[in-house]
Each structure stands twice: as structure tokens, then as C-alpha cells.
């Protein structure tokens, strides 16, 4: 399926996701236009009883026509803002959901802040949907209706009216055709320049200290012209359409003027008839009004466009099944990843981690081991073999289970909560997450994980301690790798260490490889590093070259090898 088709299938979707509000606001501009059409009428009639001393009532069914219209204004937006509302919440609840269901590889694709402006600014857009849809359908029956109307009381002025309408439909067409593809490419071009600038923004120290701003600047904003061109193509298109349609309207409102008053002059119409045909006419040269919610329904399709996009990337499928009593023995078997490229990151893995035992992954730069240690805990699939745990394979697992017997811990970790106590408690169940209510500062599966990670001290140090804003926490890179182990160490099964201890002094590094690799039995670690100790102080060591395993044994015996001790650089690595 194209993008454009899930783009309009999304569409569709999501003026149905109004509910109630969005069938309400249907009927009531139904009802709106309804009485915009009677209003004519009645006011002709009006006119009529007051020259021939007929009846009041047809003046007071205008004046209640004219209330109808007053209230009906005011349910309007009601009824559009509470379905816009509901349908822009829920369609950002869906890509959001879908985002975190994407393995790492497919949101890469995609730069955050595009991402961000997608989820925020084309997702209202596209929650506007219903709303264009119902209004613009329904602006066009009161000119329509018109047509009708002129029709019934005398054949020559619907003539009139329909030959004009006709000319303005063809114009508003063009302009709904050309409007959808410059609409389209300023979203995307506002999504290429706020990639761009959270990139910048999280490299702000970086920019700084290179005095490098001003070019920054300039790479950020290196798009603006091509987002001016599309916005002012924008203005331009509906510029011209409502030039176009403003000259139209009154040409067709006084041709049906004029050939109303030949046929009151011709005794085919009496006064009333002929203010109700005046009335009648203004009502379809309005015709010009549909072009404002044409533009709404142009920017809602083009955003659901947008939002479509990253919704056709196949989240992987999650299973159903727990798993069985064991110690987090790992196994993979003839594993293959490939890059963007084609070209193989990972090439036939075969690689079994005994349960509880510490096994040391490590090669040069390339050598896939970042992309092992994705693998191994299933943030993203490989391309080709399986990936078992304690024998059940991971793509089977509940998400729950998985998420619960596997931790990470990353070089650079993202610390996320409102607190403190809440980010080292993130993959802990909720039970144990939640921040206790007797006044204990933590836990006791946080104080824990915070005293294995070496954090406990710094935490203590904190004006509010466990509960302590991280917003206003102080963190140097040590300590936030330090919390970032903190929350890993909540692996019942499987810890994978993805070069996590980079950023810590000696010893503190010293305190924590105790205690990972100091508990023998009590869980299964992968550890991605590039440090001897680390090496040494494991079970086994897997050493990656090219995507390959050359070599699965004790660092003692692979250090016999000039190639494995070049991993470690000219000086063996450092400590």
C-alpha cells in the first residue's frame, strides 16, 4: 500500500474517531443549513403577508429561523472543537504507541524532531479531518440548495445561478489540486529544519566549544527559503482562488438579480418572491466561502499524509508466551543483520551464553557489537536466525516477560521519570516502581539496585534525596551512567551492558564490575566493552571482527593472539 493510500485510509479513520462529536456537528450544520435555506422563503413570505395584510406568523418563522441560526453557530464550535480534540488525542496516541512498538532501526530513519512535529503539529492538523469533512460537505448545500430554490420559483434563475456555480467549482478544484502538494512540502520541509535543530540543541556544549554557531545556524536554517517558496505558494494559491471566486460571485449574484427583476416586471415573480430570489442568489455566490474549509480539509489530508508515513514501518509482533524456570541461558543461532546498505553487520552468529555466566564482547569499531547487544534483548530483530532465551525464542515472548527478564544499560543512557526513585524504577513492576507512601526514601528493590550501581552515596547527597526532580538533579556523565545501571540491574534474567561503564572513574568501575560479575549464578551478563579488565574479569569473551565471531573463549587464551590484543590498542587497552 502507498503512502498516499494510507494517508486517505488514515483520514478516514480519524473522522470517524470524533464520535458522537463529530455525527453531532453533522447534524447540527444540517440542521444550520436547513435553516439558512428556509430563511429565504420565510422572509419572501414575510414580505408578501405585509403588502397583502396577510398573516404575522411567516415573520415570526423568520425570526425563529434567524435564533435557529444563532444557536446553531454556538453548537458549532462546540461540537468541532470537542471532536477535533478527540480525534487528534487519539491519532497521537496511536503513532506514539506505534513508535515504541518500532524496533530501533526504523524510528533511526526518522530525525526525533521530525518525528516530534509529526506526533504534535500534522497530527492536529490531521484531527481537524472531521470537522473539513462535515463542514465542507455541508457548506455546499445551502449554495446547491439555492439552485433548488431559484428553480421552483422560476426555472430561468436556477439557469442563472447553475451555470455560475459551475464556473466556480472548476476553479476551487485547481485550487484544492495544486494547494495539497505545496501544503505537503512545507510539512515535510518543517520536519527536515526541526530535525535539524534538536540535533543541534543536543549538541549544544559540542557547537559552543568549536565556536562553530553561526555555521550551525546556517545548517539549521538552510531550509527556510524552500519552506518560504511552499508557504507563500500556499498564500499565492489561495490568494488567487479567492481573487477568482470574489470576481465570480457578484457577477453571478446581480445576473440573478437582473433576470429577477425582468421577471417581477413580467409578472412572473411578486416582491417577496423576488427578495427571497436576491436572498437565494447572495446564497449561492457564496459558493466562495466552501474555499476556507477546503484549505482546512487540503491541510488535515496532508497531515494525516504525514502521520501515515511512519505508521506503514511494521512494528514487530510481540508474543504471548512465558518463560519457563531458568538461570537466562542465551543462544543464538546463525544470526545475519543487515545495514541500510545491504551489507552485513552481523554475518552467522553463533554464540551460547551459559546461564549466569559473564560473558566480555568485544572488537574494533564496526565490529557489530552494539548491534549483538541489540539483538540479544530484542530491541530490534535480525534479518535472518533466532535469538533464544532459556530456550523459548524472543520474538515469542510476551513484551511484559521480556522487558521484565532483560536489562540495559547503555554508554549514554536516557534517564526518564519525574523523579529520580522513578527512572532507576522504570522496569521494575509497578509495585516495586511506585515511591513509598510511609516515608521510607525508596523502595526496596530501588535502594537496592542504586547501592549495586554505586549511586546510593551521590543519590543521598540530593536535597530530596530518591525523590529528587530530575530536572533538578545534577549529574555528571559518571553518575548518569551510574543510574542508568541502577535501573538495569532490575534484569531478572539477562543484563546487557552495552559499553556502560565508559564514563566511570577506576574505581567506581572497579565497585561495579564486582558487583556484575561478582554474583555468580544470580544472573546471565553480556558485556559489550573495549577495557581488558573487563575482559579478564569475564567467563568467556566473544570477539567480533567484521561481523564475524573469530573467537569464543577465556581472555587468557585469546590473548595469545597479536589480532585480539590489537583490539585493545598499542597499550593493551588500559585498565
Avoid at 474555499?291 to 482546512?296: F, I, K, S, V, Y
Avoid at 552515596?457 to 534525596?465: E, F, M
Wanted: contains cysteine; charged residues 20%.
Amino acid at each position: 500500500m502507498s503512502t498516499f493510500d494510507a494517508g486517505d485510509r488514515l483520514l478516514r479513520r480519524t473522522v470517524l474517531a470524533g464520535g458522537g462529536w463529530t455525527a453531532g456537528l453533522a447534524v447540527v450544520a444540517l440542521v444550520g443549513a436547513a435553516a439558512e435555506l428556509l430563511l429565504p422563503a420565510a422572509l419572501g413570505r414575510a414580505v408578501d403577508a405585509a403588502l397583502t395584510g396577510g398573516s404575522i406568523w411567516w415573520a415570526v418563522a423568520a425570526c425563529a429561523l434567524v435564533v435557529a441560526l444563532v444557536c446553531v453557530d454556538a453548537l458549532t464550535d462546540l461540537a468541532s472543537g470537542f471532536g477535533a480534540a478527540r480525534a487528534t488525542a487519539g491519532l497521537r496516541r496511536h503513532l506514539l504507541r506505534h513508535l515504541f512498538a518500532l524496533d530501533v532501526r526504523a524510528t533511526r530513519r526518522y530525525p526525533v524532531g521530525d518525528l516530534v512535529g509529526r506526533l504534535v503539529g500534522q497530527a492536529a492538523d490531521a484531527g481537524q479531518a472531521g470537522n473539513a469533512v462535515v463542514l465542507t460537505a455541508v457548506a455546499v448545500l445551502p449554495p446547491l440548495g439555492s439552485v433548488v430554490a431559484l428553480t421552483m420559483l422560476e426555472p430561468v434563475l436556477g439557469i442563472t445561478l447553475l451555470a455560475g456555480l459551475g464556473l466556480l467549482a472548476v476553479l476551487m478544484r485547481a485550487f484544492v489540486a495544486d494547494a495539497s502538494t505545496a501544503t505537503a512540502g512545507y510539512q515535510r520541509v518543517l520536519g527536515v529544519i526541526a530535525g535539524r535543530l534538536l540535533e543541534s540543541l543536543t549538541g549544544a556544549r559540542t557547537i559552543a566549544a568549536a565556536a562553530t554557531i553561526h555555521r550551525e545556524e546556517a545548517r539549521v536554517l538552510a531550509a527556510l527559503p524552500e519552506l518560504g517558496r511552499h508557504g507563500r505558494r500556499t498564500w499565492d494559491l489561495l490568494a488567487r482562488a479567492s481573487a477568482r471566486t470574489s470576481a465570480v460571485a457578484p457577477l453571478l449574484h446581480l445576473s440573478v438579480v437582473a433576470v429577477g427583476g425582468y421577471a417581477l416586471t413580467a409578472g412572473w415573480l411578486t416582491p417577496g418572491e423576488l427578495v427571497a430570489a436576491v436572498r437565494y442568489a447572495a446564497m449561492g455566490a457564496g459558493l466562495g466561502a466552501v474555499l476556507a474549509t477546503l484549505n482546512h480539509l487540503v491541510r488535515s489530508r496532508a497531515g494525516a499524509h504525514r502521520v501515515a508515513e511512519p505508521l506503514r514501518q511494521s512494528a514487530a509482533p510481540g508474543g504471548d508466551r512465558p518463560l519457563p524456570p531458568g538461570g537466562g541461558a542465551l543462544r543464538l543461532r546463525d544470526v545475519r543483520v543487515y545495514g541500510d546498505d545491504g551489507r552485513p553487520v552481523l554475518d552467522g552468529i553463533d554464540l551460547d551464553v551459559p546461564a549466569g555466566a559473564t560473558v566480555a564482547v568485544v572488537g574494533a569499531s564496526g565490529a557489530g557489537k552494539s548491534t549483538l547487544a541489540a539483538v540479544a534483548g530484542r530491541l530490534h530483530d535480525p534479518d535472518h536466525g533466532e535469538v533464544r532465551l532459556d530456550g523459548v525464542p524472543l520474538r515469542d515472548l510476551d513484551a511484559s516477560v521480556l522487558r521484565r527478564a532483560v536489562g540495559y544499560a547503555f554508554d549514554q543512557p536516557v534517564l526518564i521519570g519525574a523523579t529520580v526513585h522513578d527512572a532507576i524504577g522504570l522496569a521494575l513492576p509497578d509495585a516495586a516502581a511506585a515511591p513509598p507512601a510511609d516515608g521510607r526514601p525508596a523502595t526496596p528493590a530501588v535502594l537496592r539496585a542504586a547501592r549495586l550501581a554505586a549511586v546510593a552515596d551521590v543519590i543521598d547527597r540530593l536535597p530530596q534525596g530518591y525523590r529528587t526532580p530530575l530536572v533538578d538533579t545534577p549529574l555528571s556523565g559518571g553518575e548518569t551512567q551510574r543510574l542508568g545501571l541502577a535501573r538495569a540491574f532490575a534484569a531478572e534474567r539477562l543484563l546487557i551492558l552495552d559499553d556502560a561503564t565508559s564514563s566511570l572513574d577506576t574505581a567506581t568501575e572497579h565497585r561495579i564490575t564486582e558487583a556484575v560479575v561478582g554474583r555468580a549464578g544470580e544472573r546471565t551478563r553480556l558485556v559489550i566493552t573495549h577495557r581488558t579488565a573487563a575482559a579478564a574479569g569475564a567467563d568467556l569473551v566473544a570477539w567480533l571482527d567484521g561481523g564475524r565471531l573469530r573467537g569464543l573463549a577465556p581472555h587468557r587464551r585469546l590473548w595469545a593472539d597479536p589480532d585480539y590484543r590489537a583490539v585493545f590498542g598499542p597499550a593493551g587497552g588500559g585498565s
